[in-house]
Structure formats: structure tokens, C-alpha cells
T-cell receptor, first 116, second 111 residues
Framework: KAGVTQTPRYLIKTRGQQVTLSCSPI?????VSWYQQTPGQGLQFLFE???????NKGNFPGRFSGRQFSNSRSEMNVSTLELGDSALYLCASSTVLTGGNTGELFFGEGSRLTVL | KQEVTQIPAALSVPEGENLVLNCSFT??????LQWFRQDPGKGLTSLLLIQSSQREQTSGRLNASLDKSSGRSTLYIAASQPGDSATYLCAVRSGYSTLTFGKGTMLLVSP
């Protein structure tokens, strides 16, 4: 069974540019969530999507956005990149349990973004 | 707002030792708690998931306990091995999507 796949694995951008990251969840998982990991702040929740709808959003500016497609694949976009956006961006997929709660999370290897 | 603290921040032990990693959280109204390991530059690997109604979960040499009333979870690793060297993270789910991570415990097991 294939795991969570994130592309690209590494990318370098300059300030002001925008970037799109992709996440393919485990087959059958309909919930996809995104996290930003930096040495200073640790892992921070960005947003979660379920059935193409954003269920929750973390405390990030509007430059960070995402979407989910009908096949559960998800993309996140960061516009007008800043130096502080350099981070490892992790995607996780999970099932959604009866009652709406999210089950066990399975993470991808991440996309490492460097902003120069 | 949920806050998750992991102690110690770093731990170095010789191979073969049994060890305990700690995770504490401020809001006891949780749905579940999950332990992960992360190798340098890699994603997170799920180790154990404990639902709020459970007291512990076991997988191989790993045992995780949960005490909601005191806001604590522990991860016990038996007979540690050099391959266990990694950063261990706990994450607490307080709502449908709200997941809060601790900063992690960096473990080094020496041969």
C-alpha cells in the first residue's frame, strides 16, 4: 500500500515568488492536513481538508492557501514568499471516523522549501 | 488554547537501557494522542495512537500510556537500540482537526 506522497521534495524560490506543493494521500484516506516545521517554531498546523472542504485552519496569513480535489489529492500554495517561509512542509492523511473525528495520521516525507 | 510540553528536550543513553519520554498537555478534553518519531530531514512515522477512552497502547518494545485527568502521556521504550535514535514527538488532538505538537525529545542511543 503506497504511503503519502509529496512533491516536490526540495525547491528553492526567491522572495516575492509563489509556490505550489502537492500531496497524494494514502488510498482511501479522505482527510489531508498540512503542517509547517521550522527549527524555532516546531510543527504548526496549517489547515485540514476533508471531502474538498477546508475543515479547520491554523494561525497563518492569507498567503497560505490550499485545496483538495475529488480524488482527495491536495495542494497548498504560498504566495508572495518571504524569507521566513523557509521550512519543511509536511502533509498527513487519515481516515475520518464516525462522528467526524480524524483517525491516525500518516505523514509524507515533506517538501523542503528554501526562500532566498 | 492547548499547549503540549515534552520533557526532556534531549536524552542520551547507552544501548540496552529502558527509557521513558514524557508529554504533558494543558487541556484534558482531548480526542486522542499520537506518538511519532522523526529522523533528520524526514517526515514523521506514527508509533502509537491512544484514544481518549484508552489508558495505554503497546507495539513491540514501545508502550504508551495516557492519563487524561493529569494531562500526561508517557512513551516507554524497552531495551533501547541505536536504531531508536531519532526525535520523538507527541501530538494531542483536541477537536475535529485541531492537532497540537510538542517540540519533541531528541534521543541518542549509543552502541
Amino acid at each position: 500500500k503506497a504511503g503519502v506522497t509529496q512533491t516536490p521534495r526540495y525547491l528553492i524560490k526567491t522572495r516575492g515568488q509563489q509556490v505550489t506543493l502537492s500531496c497524494s494521500p494514502i488510498s482511501g484516506h479522505r482527510s489531508v492536513s498540512w503542517y509547517q516545521q521550522t527549527p524555532g517554531q516546531g510543527l504548526q498546523f496549517l489547515f485540514e481538508y476533508f471531502s474538498e472542504t477546508q475543515r479547520n485552519k491554523g494561525n497563518f496569513p492569507g498567503r497560505f492557501s490550499g485545496r483538495q480535489f475529488s480524488n482527495s489529492r491536495s495542494e497548498m500554495n504560498v504566495s508572495t514568499l518571504e524569507l521566513g517561509d523557509s521550512a519543511l512542509y509536511l502533509c498527513a492523511s487519515s481516515t475520518v471516523l464516525t462522528g467526524g473525528n480524524t483517525g491516525e495520521l500518516f505523514f509524507g516525507e515533506g517538501s523542503r522549501l528554501t526562500v532566498l | 488554547k492547548q499547549e503540549v510540553t515534552q520533557i526532556p528536550a534531549a536524552l542520551s543513553v547507552p544501548e540496552g537501557e529502558n527509557l521513558v519520554l514524557n508529554c504533558s498537555f494543558t487541556d484534558s478534553a482531548i480526542y486522542n494522542l499520537q506518538w511519532f518519531r522523526q529522523d533528520p530531514g524526514k517526515g514523521l512515522t506514527s508509533l502509537l495512537l491512544i484514544q481518549s477512552s484508552q489508558r495505554e497502547q503497546t507495539s513491540g518494545r514501545l508502550n504508551a500510556s495516557l492519563d487524561k485527568s493529569s494531562g500526561r502521556s508517557t512513551l516507554y521504550i524497552a531495551a533501547s537500540q541505536p536504531g531508536d535514535s531519532a526525535t520523538y514527538l507527541c501530538a494531542v488532538r483536541s477537536g475535529y482537526s485541531t492537532l497540537t505538537f510538542g517540540k519533541g525529545t531528541m534521543l541518542l542511543v549509543s552502541p
